[in-house]
């Protein structure tokens, strides 16, 4: 929800004084902006030394979870293969919304493209244009879940915070059946390529692969 007036979005956090300006780091976690086509340009040109964690899922699992969160929140009718079908027309269209300034929160989940969502190579090449590699750190969601403690304190870590131990919990967890094998095959496909670079930029190994 992009505006040109910093001081609105400004006015969402805690302010800072003079007397905890050193102590106060605040942070926030939105999906949106790596896959915005202008928001990483917006960003750096206003906070050049931004860092980013980025949490990567299966895409797979990425798009079959968006899709049923879309259908949960009543934004989507029709079935997941038909909106796949209908994938080149869907990203157009959110292109065309991007440039009409017609994405808002309560719109985002209208019409999602959901494949160009999860091709994160793609977006993450776009970030780069505009921040070194070093200002970002590449999490997977399977090792938040299995290895929380030391996902969380290689997050600590890049942010220069100290190490604290946490207490994990799992919040809003979905509940939908699985994906049918045909669907899972021809997801698993498409993403082939794009995870293959993924895995090449990041020089690790990823656990979908």
Known sequence: DYVSNLNLYKSYFPRISEKNKRNLLIFEASQSYMI??????RISKKYPKMKFIICLRNPVEQV???YNMSITNGFEIKSLEECLNDEKNRHSLYIERVEKNLIKPYTYGYLT???HNAEYITHIKTALKYFPKENFLFIENYDLKHN????VSNCFN??????IKINPKIHNKGNYKKINKELESRLSTHFVNYDIELKKLMDKKLSWL
């Not at 890049?158 to 190490?163: Q, R, S």
């Open 36 to 41: 915005h086509p202008t928001a990483m340009e």
């Open 64 to 66: 079959f979870s968006a």
């Open 113 to 115: 493209p959901y494949l």
């Open 148 to 151: 929380t403690q030391e996902t």
């Open 158 to 163: 890049f942010l220069n915070l100290d190490k």
